[in-house]
């Protein structure tokens, strides 16, 4: 059974982000608004697709919660849009794929309003040309409280989930043209220096 997505989910969340310290389920078992925890794990997939060693990301985790009450050291709300979702329905809480998340700075000369729009709009161009199990974008970010280390922008937050590391390795591009065609597309409106993507470990805390 899967959790296929008919047509696209948009609903208002919060995501807090720890810098240093690890989100741990066990600190969220009677909060019932949390939805999920991210936390940063072995990079390995994303060194290998990169060609880099010793990646270290500049954040520990996420929670993501349906209510701002949840303390890290910075909180967002965000409007997430669930393009699609076709995870199983799965007992264990934790997702046996693998996830990557990134906090994308736009480029300094857009607009807020032109950064969404391109921003939304690769919706199109990763299904075409990435193969994920699920695709989440976050965009109108506000900061509720703390704020980014220096040189840490967020505009918006991206998820990819890959059903397996196999799926990673051979379906993060779809087609020989696919990181051609991502590049050209995501240059005009990411800035790459700020950016921070991470392979992370999502469990599930709320059904």
């Not at 607009?111 to 989440?136: K, P, V, W």
């Not at 059903?163 to 790459?192: C, K, Q």
């Amino acid at each position: 059974m899967e959790r296929h997505s008919k047509g696209v989910v948009k609903n208002l969340c919060y995501a807090h982000i720890f810098f240093t310290d690890v989100p741990k389920r066990t600190d969220y078992d009677n909060n019932s608004d949390v939805l999920s925890i991210d936390v940063v794990t072995d990079q390995s997939p994303l060194e290998n697709l990169r060609g880099i060693s010793g990646y270290e990301p500049r954040f520990a985790g996420v929670v993501w919660s349906l209510t701002p009450d949840v303390q890290a050291d910075i909180g967002l709300s965000v409007t997430k849009i669930q393009h699609w979702d076709n995870r199983p329905q799965d007992p264990n809480p934790t997702y046996a794929g693998i996830k990557q998340i990134s906090f994308v700075s736009k480029r300094h000369n857009l607009s807020t309003e032109i950064f969404h729009d391109r921003y939304l709009a690769h919706a199109s161009i990763a299904r075409e040309h990435h193969g994920m199990q699920a695709y989440a974008q976050n965009f109108d970010i506000d900061i509720l409280y703390g704020s980014p280390s220096d040189g840490f922008e967020i505009n918006a937050i991206s998820e990819l989930w890959f059903a397996t590391r196999e799926d990673w390795n051979e379906r993060f591009y779809l087609d020989t043209s696919s990181p051609e065609v991502i590049r050209r597309d995501t240059e005009t409106f990411i800035d790459f220096e700020k950016t921070q993507s991470a392979i992370v470990t999502e469990i599930t805390h709320r059904k």
